[in-house]
């Protein structure tokens, strides 16, 4: 109920009434009844007034009667009528009324405003206090904005049941406005979720030239784009506009890519651009509405449902009326004195013609017995009462102020319901929006099937883009709004959720960039074909180290073995197959005992070989040198000394491997960027700079052994060992000068697989070159194992 405290002045006001001219035409009102308390209400009896060229003699004339407006008119004299009769409201006081036309006009609502608070008798006085103590109107944001603002000075309440426009919530600058409809500050909030419910990121906007328009499409946008709604185009109508302006709508509407239009419109304007639309054929959207049209009856004709089918907004809550079907029919002209208003209302629906004097042939002279039971019209129709009981609210508002004389409640409006158009004039409701309750239950749908534009069944769709599929992400076009965008597949090793994003480090995105799944690690191992064949190569290394030492320990006495230092060459024989061993740490799973054994293992057993290699080229060079006049040097190369050198030499190698496990050992390491979708487990050197020092130390001791023993390839001697230590020393440096590069290259698990097969082919090379011609002569050929034969010079 609204604050209406100033009808205490009503009682009281008693002034001098000064005498005064009118100035003008005398604005008189269509239905009117005098009472104790006079209520003033202006309506749009006439939708528009006819648009000549102004000669300044005459005033336009209306026309359009509207129906709809009459059917408000009349039910506020039914609530009128309904407080007089009772006892319980407002005893002993009757309530009058004074109904104006304003023709839609702003400035004939201001005249019509300025009338009812004016007294006009037939002595031409004017009285200053008002004939009316609160105007029910206007219907229209604009024309109420208007008659609120020129009323407000005077302090006389101005209710009204439709006019939606936020600005009108000022109380600054409207301190005497109330309404009996909720503000569209919250229609336009309802429709932006309405529209995000429906997944419409990309919509047209219509909107009325005028205050409702302007102001209700400002608060919707604003809070579409906080939703995450873009606006393609927004277009200005109204109903004044040349026909130019609606055809330049329509080929906006033509031209665009949304399926979505959000019209905050009123029905009139509304109506203009729908003739256009069927002249040019174009159907096909769906409607989003406002209040003020979605269930307008007029709209809901069978001609523009071809534009507006499946059309969905928000609709004021409907009620009944008990009575109130009953009063409409039984109105009549000659019963209702003072309701000059009903004349033309009863001429238009019966076509006849109430004066008896008029000399008019076009319409023949009304009976008298004419009924509204037999109409079926706009007025005639109950069916939705949005309107109507939003001006019954107002009338019973201003009564229980002026019974209980203070401040009243606020009306109690309940929740905005949703519709759509179904058919020609049936409204269904699929769902509500209510400000009051808390955030995320505000708006609600119901599981109901909606036919929607076409009568489709499918909820359309209107998007700039089309969602992003899984696996890419948005990239905004430039120049266009957010809603605009193209889909760019996520990189490597990125995935899409609602937006790329990288993979944890143990996964990797699949080929579609929609998951990320868990990499697959892989290292050699002992079960799969290669390490199968690698363990069975080193194996057999071992075997054949063992055969050759069988051999020559049974033929230790044999000159052949003898002449070559059978315990250097027993040695030799032992630091192949800890070489051929060594390649076995490689194999399996890295751990941390795996990862430093492989690399010092292989430093030292490979130095202890080559040590034992340069120990016989040595004592090779230095025989034949010793055999020179005053030679004296095997007395520095006897079997102690060669035992010295070559422990010495492996101690070093030993004592670099003691510093490199002390300081910065090998380690367990899984290299996540290698492969995309693999997790390599490797050995992690720790320090680098020690592993080329190991590597260093036996490249040196490679290339001073290939040296000397180059140096000595042409001794004379049957059986030269020093031409074999070449050959094999040359095989030993191509297989690790080869697997560098190889090393680099190989990927993965190769990279090791690599490395293992440059330890068996070089332990492989030393093995059969050095000890592959003694045991030919030894088991194949054994006259040539004599001392005779070996002391044979040849040239």
Request: net charge neutral; proline share 5%.
């Amino acid at each position: 109920m609204i604050v209406l405290a100033v009808l205490l002045c009503a009682f009281s006001a008693n002034t001098e009434e000064p005498v005064c001219s009118p100035q003008g035409r005398t604005e008189l009102s269509l239905f009117s009844k005098d009472a104790d308390v006079i209520i003033g209400r202006i309506f749009s009896l006439h939708d528009k007034l006819v648009h000549t060229k102004p000669t300044l003699k005459n005033e336009p004339a209306p026309f359009h009667l509207n129906f709809e407006e009459y059917q408000t008119a009349i039910a506020m004299i039914f609530a009128i009528e309904e407080i007089n009769n009772s006892t319980d409201l407002l005893p002993g006081v009757s309530l009058g009324y004074k109904i104006y036309d304003a023709c839609g006009s702003v400035q004939l609502a201001i005249r019509a405003a300025l009338a009812l608070i004016n007294t006009y008798d037939e002595d031409k006085q004017c009285s200053k206090p008002s004939t009316v103590l609160a105007i029910i109107g206007q219907s229209g944001s604009s024309p109420t904005i208007g008659i609120a603002t020129t009323i407000g000075p005077f302090q006389i309440p101005v209710i009204s049941h439709f006019a939606t426009c936020t600005c009108l919530s000022n109380k600054k600058e409207f301190p005497t406005f109330f309404r009996t409809i909720p503000s569209d500050y919250y229609q336009s909030r309802a429709l932006a979720q309405l529209v995000k419910h429906f997944g419409w990121t990309w919509v047209g906007t219509i909107r009325s030239d005028n205050d409702y328009g302007n102001f209700g499409m400002a608060t919707f946008v604003q809070l579409a784009q906080q939703e995450g709604v873009c606006i393609e185009y927004s277009e200005v109508i109204y109903r004044t506009y040349p026909k130019e302006k609606f055809q330049k709508t329509v080929n906006v509407l033509k031209a665009s890519s949304s399926k979505v239009i959000v019209a905050f419109t009123s029905p009139t304007d509304l109506e203009f651009l729908i003739k256009e639309l069927l002249l040019q054929n174009v159907t096909g959207f769906q409607w989003v509405g406002s209040e003020s049209w979605i269930t307008d009856k007029y709209l809901s004709s069978l001609e523009s449902a071809m534009v507006l089918s499946g059309a969905i907004g928000f609709a004021i809550s409907d009620a009944e009326i008990p009575g109130l079907k009953d009063f409409l029919l039984n109105v009549h002209p000659y019963d209702t004195p003072g309701n000059a208003g009903l004349k033309e209302f009863w001429e238009t629906i019966f076509r006849c013609n109430l004066n008896e004097k008029s000399t008019s042939g076009s319409a023949v002279p009304c009976t008298g017995f004419e009924t509204l039971n037999s109409i079926n019209n706009v007025y005639t129709d109950v069916s939705e009462l949005r309107i109507v009981n939003n001006v019954y609210k107002a009338i019973y508002a201003v009564a229980h102020s002026l019974h209980n004389l203070t401040c009243a409640n606020k009306s109690n409006v309940k929740p905005w319901q949703v519709g759509f158009f179904r058919g020609i004039t049936k409204f269904v409701s699929v769902g509500f929006y209510d400000a009051s309750i808390s955030n995320g239950k505000k708006f609600s749908m119901k599981n109901i099937s909606i036919i929607w534009s076409n009568s489709n069944n499918k909820v359309p769709a209107s998007l700039c883009s089309d969602s992003c599929l899984p696996g890419t992400r948005k990239a905004i076009k430039k120049g266009k709004p957010v809603c605009c965008f193209d889909c760019i597949p996520c990189a490597e090793g990125e995935f899409n959720s609602t937006d790329c994003v990288k993979c944890p480090l143990e996964y990797f995105s699949n080929e579609k960039r929609d998951q990320c799944e868990l990499k697959t690690i892989e290292f050699l191992s002992f079960g799969e074909t290669m390490g199968i064949l690698l363990v069975l190569l080193s194996v057999l290394g071992v075997c054949a180290c063992f055969a050759i030492a069988v051999v020559f320990f049974w033929k230790r006495n044999t000159p052949l073995i003898r002449a070559n230092n059978s315990e250097i060459s027993f040695l030799l024989l032992f630091s192949l197959s800890l070489c051929f061993l060594c390649s076995l740490t490689f194999i399996g799973e890295p751990s941390d005992w795996s990862c430093m054994l492989r690399h010092t293992a292989f430093g030292i057993t490979f130095v202890l070989c080559i040590s034992c290699l340069l120990a016989k080229t040595i004592v090779v060079l230095m025989a034949f040198r010793s055999t020179l006049p005053g030679g004296n040097v095997m007395k520095w190369f006897g079997p102690t000394q060669q035992r010295i050198h070559i422990y010495t030499l492996t101690l070093i190698q030993s004592f670099i491997c003691v510093l490199w496990l002390t300081i910065s050992p090998p380690f367990p390491y899984r290299n996540i960027t290698y492969y995309k979708d693999k997790i390599i487990l490797e050995c992690n050197l720790g320090s680098p700079l020690a592993f080329y020092a190991v590597l260093g130390y036996i490249g040196f001791l490679s290339a001073m052994c290939f040296i000397l023993a180059f140096l000595a390839r042409k001794l004379p001697d049957n059986f030269n060992e020093a031409k074999f230590i070449t050959f094999s020393m040359l095989i030993f440096c191509a297989v690790w000068i080869t697997f560098i590069p190889a090393y680099i290259s190989s990927p993965g698990k190769y990279t090791v697989a690599v490395e293992i097969f440059a330890i068996l082919a070089s332990s492989y090379g030393l093995l059969f070159c050095i000890f592959a011609p003694k045991y030919y002569i030894v088991i194949l050929r054994p006259e040539k194992n004599t001392k005779k034969y070996l002391m044979n010079k040849v040239p």
